[in-house]
């Protein structure tokens, strides 16, 4: 046997007795939220995800808590698309329980150190192997997925490319939901945004026709004389002097905003054009480096690689359970609950879940 599997089960064995001390309360009733049975594939979803929920609260240590708690499974359907579910299963202390049966308070998930732990399954939901979203409303992209190893026997990405981000993925043949973002992808997302920017000089350079001019000056003057007319006199000299300093002004940074924006576009298109057909279709990164002519580039090789989901995964059968991504982010090392955390993680029966894929 692994000598690295047999120093954890040792530990495994000497710290299960301590965590049974802790008292699981009782088994607060699963949610099911957004079920539809009319989508395809509804039943063998829900039929999975029960299987999820059960899995977990199977697992001894999770429940039995590293005090006294109270346990909720919350299953999300449709949360990528109609034919993807998260199981979301949470050990609660005793702040975040409601007398009168086996309650929890209605803002339990919020925060405030009202849950211990919480193990987190996604089900058909490759999003889940991403970190926060990059790109536009055409682009959604993500940090690259990278290896950080295995457990299990199934391998375990830092989502997004983060690796405070630890995720595992359970596929039929190793199969990954992303691709990578290519060079000519990174190209059109700053095309895009440049056109935004281009877009936006020409309504700020349109919208100072509805600033102070002399018009209006003149009728606030007229306006004002029935009233005070040496103030009114008064009031429009300070106003048109004001005004011809403000046109001066305007017209100083509409030319130099207009210069700015003629050579970003010129410095851009030359960027864009240097670009070989193969190059187009490498990966793109992103980074903070620049070309000489003050471009961000897509092709720095230090740069961060992004990913997208697969295409090809959108044409799956959707009575098919194709993916299964479990969380394993650790609770930080100074929190009480880190150890029983980690070994909930650790004891959790991953070759259970991974029978849960459709053949």
Aim: with cysteine.
């Amino acid at each position: 046997m692994n000598m690295k599997l047999v120093v954890a089960m040792t530990l495994i064995a000497l710290l299960v007795p301590a965590f049974a001390l802790a008292q699981l309360d009782c088994i607060v009733p699963t949610r099911e939220e957004g079920f539809d049975p009319k989508q395809p594939g509804a039943t063998e979803l829900q039929r999975t995800a029960r299987a999820v929920a059960a899995i977990v609260q199977k697992n001894t240590v999770f429940m039995q808590g590293n005090k006294p708690v109270r346990v909720r499974t919350t299953i999300d359907y449709g949360g990528w698309d109609r034919q993807s579910a998260s199981v979301i299963t949470t050990a609660y202390n005793q702040k975040a329980w409601r007398t009168g049966g086996c309650k929890i308070s209605k803002f339990a998930d919020r925060g405030g150190g009202l849950s211990d732990g919480t193990i987190g399954i996604y089900i058909n939901e490759p999003e889940a192997m991403f970190g926060g979203q990059l790109g536009d409303g055409e682009l959604k992209a993500s940090g690259m997925p990278t290896p950080l190893g295995a457990t299990g026997g199934f391998p375990m990405y830092a989502g997004g490319g983060n690796k405070d981000n630890p995720r595992l993925l359970m596929s039929r043949a190793g199969y990954e939901p992303w691709v990578p973002v290519t060079i000519a992808e990174m190209l059109e997302w700053r095309e895009r945004d440049l056109k935004k920017k281009e877009q936006e000089y020409q309504a700020s350079v349109q919208g100072n026709g509805n600033e102070l001019n002399e018009a209006k000056i003149e009728q606030m003057y007229h306006d004002m004389k029935k009233i005070n007319a040496a103030e009114a006199e008064k009031m429009r000299t300070q106003m048109l002097v004001s005004l011809e300093k403000m046109q001066k002004e305007g017209a100083r940074q509409s030319a130099q905003a207009a210069q700015w924006m003629t050579q970003q576009r010129s410095a851009f298109d030359a960027y864009r054009a240097s670009f070989t057909a193969p190059q187009l279709i490498a990966p793109g990164t992103i980074s903070n480096l620049m070309t000489p002519d003050k471009v961000i580039r897509v092709d720095d090789p230090k740069g961060k690689p992004l990913a997208k989901i697969d295409p090809a995964y959108a044409q799956r059968d959707p009575r098919r359970i194709h993916l299964i991504m479990v969380g394993l982010s650790p609770q930080r090392k100074t929190d009480p609950n880190y150890a029983w955390f980690n070994t909930s993680l650790e004891t959790l029966d991953y070759a259970a879940l991974g029978k849960l894929l459709s053949e």
